[in-house]
Protein backbone atom coordinates (compact mmCIF):
# COMPACT_ATOMS: atom_id res chain seq x y z
CA UNK A 1 0.00 0.00 0.00
CA UNK A 2 2.15 2.85 1.34
CA UNK A 3 5.94 1.21 1.03
CA UNK A 4 9.37 3.35 1.53
CA UNK A 5 12.54 2.54 1.01
CA UNK A 6 14.92 3.89 3.17
CA UNK A 7 18.96 4.54 2.90
CA UNK A 8 21.70 6.45 3.68
CA UNK A 9 22.93 4.88 6.66
CA UNK A 10 26.40 3.93 8.02
CA UNK A 11 28.94 4.02 10.20
CA UNK A 12 30.20 7.53 11.53
CA UNK A 13 31.81 8.92 14.30
CA UNK A 14 30.33 10.85 17.74
CA UNK A 15 29.72 14.13 16.20
CA UNK A 16 29.47 13.26 12.52
CA UNK A 17 26.62 13.56 10.24
CA UNK A 18 24.70 11.69 8.07
CA UNK A 19 21.53 12.36 5.83
CA UNK A 20 19.18 9.93 5.22
CA UNK A 21 16.54 9.07 2.55
CA UNK A 22 13.03 8.12 2.31
CA UNK A 23 12.03 7.06 -0.82
CA UNK A 24 8.16 6.72 -1.42
CA UNK A 25 8.00 2.79 -3.73
CA UNK A 26 4.70 2.62 -6.11
CA UNK A 27 2.93 5.87 -4.85
CA UNK A 28 3.69 9.94 -4.81
CA UNK A 29 4.54 10.78 -1.16
CA UNK A 30 3.17 14.02 -2.25
CA UNK A 31 0.13 14.00 0.17
CA UNK A 32 1.04 13.02 2.75
CA UNK A 33 2.52 13.88 6.44
CA UNK A 34 6.27 11.69 6.46
CA UNK A 35 7.86 10.58 9.53
CA UNK A 36 11.13 9.11 10.88
CA UNK A 37 11.27 6.98 13.48
CA UNK A 38 14.08 5.41 15.12
CA UNK A 39 14.83 1.35 16.88
CA UNK A 40 17.66 1.40 18.93
CA UNK A 41 19.30 -2.38 19.83
CA UNK A 42 16.87 -3.43 23.12
CA UNK A 43 14.08 -0.72 22.30
CA UNK A 44 10.71 -0.31 20.91
CA UNK A 45 10.70 2.39 17.77
CA UNK A 46 10.57 5.61 18.47
CA UNK A 47 9.14 8.95 16.76
CA UNK A 48 11.80 11.42 15.28
CA UNK A 49 10.74 13.75 13.37
CA UNK A 50 8.28 14.89 10.97
CA UNK A 51 7.19 16.62 8.00
CA UNK A 52 3.70 18.31 6.46
CA UNK A 53 2.79 17.57 3.06
CA UNK A 54 4.27 21.32 1.92
CA UNK A 55 6.83 21.59 3.93
CA UNK A 56 5.64 24.40 6.15
CA UNK A 57 5.38 22.71 9.28
CA UNK A 58 8.00 20.22 11.04
CA UNK A 59 8.67 18.78 14.62
CA UNK A 60 11.28 17.19 16.69
CA UNK A 61 11.22 14.79 19.59
CA UNK A 62 12.89 15.98 22.77
CA UNK A 63 15.67 13.81 21.72
CA UNK A 64 16.63 14.71 18.45
CA UNK A 65 15.68 18.27 18.65
CA UNK A 66 18.09 20.78 17.98
CA UNK A 67 20.54 17.95 16.16
CA UNK A 68 18.33 16.93 13.25
CA UNK A 69 16.25 17.81 10.73
CA UNK A 70 13.83 16.96 8.18
CA UNK A 71 13.71 18.17 4.93
CA UNK A 72 11.41 16.53 1.53
CA UNK A 73 11.81 17.39 -2.25
CA UNK A 74 8.10 16.04 -3.59
CA UNK A 75 9.91 16.32 -7.20
CA UNK A 76 12.31 13.73 -6.31
CA UNK A 77 9.40 11.49 -4.25
CA UNK A 78 11.43 11.80 -1.87
CA UNK A 79 12.11 12.83 1.98
CA UNK A 80 15.36 13.55 4.23
CA UNK A 81 16.50 13.37 7.62
CA UNK A 82 19.20 14.91 8.79
CA UNK A 83 21.63 13.87 11.59
CA UNK A 84 23.93 16.18 13.17
CA UNK A 85 26.06 15.77 16.47
CA UNK A 86 25.68 12.36 16.81
CA UNK A 87 26.06 10.52 19.73
CA UNK A 88 26.33 6.55 20.26
CA UNK A 89 22.75 6.48 21.88
CA UNK A 90 21.62 7.12 18.02
CA UNK A 91 22.75 4.01 16.65
CA UNK A 92 19.95 2.21 15.57
CA UNK A 93 17.57 1.22 12.39
CA UNK A 94 16.03 4.26 11.20
CA UNK A 95 12.67 4.14 9.02
CA UNK A 96 9.69 6.04 7.80
CA UNK A 97 6.56 6.10 6.95
CA UNK A 98 3.16 8.43 6.57
CA UNK A 99 1.93 9.62 9.54
CA UNK A 100 -1.23 11.39 10.95
CA UNK A 101 -0.34 15.35 11.17
CA UNK A 102 -0.95 15.06 14.58
CA UNK A 103 3.09 14.32 15.14
CA UNK A 104 3.39 17.88 13.81
CA UNK A 105 1.36 19.43 16.92
CA UNK A 106 2.21 16.53 19.57
CA UNK A 107 4.85 14.27 20.90
CA UNK A 108 3.21 11.03 19.28
CA UNK A 109 4.26 9.73 15.97
CA UNK A 110 0.86 7.51 14.43
CA UNK A 111 2.04 5.81 11.31
CA UNK A 112 -1.04 5.33 8.92
CA UNK A 113 -2.40 1.41 9.34
CA UNK A 114 -2.50 1.38 5.63
CA UNK A 115 1.08 1.62 5.33
CA UNK A 116 3.73 -0.87 6.11
CA UNK A 117 7.44 -0.57 7.04
CA UNK A 118 10.03 -1.03 5.25
CA UNK A 119 13.31 -2.49 5.80
CA UNK A 120 15.11 0.73 7.54
CA UNK A 121 18.51 1.98 7.16
CA UNK A 122 21.29 1.13 9.99
CA UNK A 123 23.10 4.14 11.65
CA UNK A 124 25.77 2.88 13.89
CA UNK A 125 27.52 5.82 15.60
CA UNK A 126 30.70 4.62 17.66
CA UNK A 127 34.59 5.41 17.70
Known amino acids: QLQFVESGGGLVQPGGSLKLSCTASGFRLDSYTIGWFRQAPGKEREGLSC????????NHADSVKGRFGISRDNAKNTVYLHLNSLKPEDTGVYYCAAVDSSCLYGSVWYPLRRGSWGQGTQVTVSS
Open 51 to 58: ISVRSTNT
